[in-house]
């Protein structure tokens, strides 16, 4: 049973960097693409980012050039770092577990709890 456990989020002021982080604690076999998505009040949850087990790595055009999505295969942790942070990209943040295929990211139904990230000065 994949089981995600996020932290990293926070306050931050305009144009600076927080960075999450993403651990499954419950499986022993290896999750082939994660993912962060976010989900602002009042909106749907949008996919941020997502990494697949080979390292590649897909973005939103919203944060593209600002946020770099890593991971670490051997333990099943993705990060995301996020610079020149803008108050639109405030929101609570879920790290995800799924599969890629020729049309893209595709979330399985694990998730984390989420974490805040707020943008305001």
């Known amino acids: 049973q994949v089981q995600l456990v996020e932290s990293g989020g926070g306050l931050v002021q305009p144009g600076g960097s927080l960075r999450l982080s993403c651990a499954d604690s419950?499986?022993?076999?290896?999750?082939?693409?994660m993912a962060w998505y976010r989900q602002a009040p009042g909106k749907e949850r949008e996919l941020v980012a997502s990494?697949?087990?080979?390292?590649?790595?897909n973005y939103a055009d919203s944060v593209k050039g600002r946020f770099t999505i890593f991971r670490y295969n051997a333990e099943n942790t993705v990060f995301l770092q996020m610079n020149s942070l803008k108050p639109e990209d405030t929101a609570v943040y879920y790290c995800?577990?799924?599969?890629?295929?020729?049309?893209?990211?595709?979330?399985?139904?694990?998730w984390g709890q989420g974490t805040q990230v707020t943008v305001s000065s």
């Open positions: 990494i697949t087990s080979g390292g590649i790595t």
């Open positions: 995800n577990a799924g599969t890629s295929n020729g049309a893209g990211y595709v979330s399985y139904n694990y």
């Open positions: 419950g499986s022993r076999f290896a999750i082939n693409a």
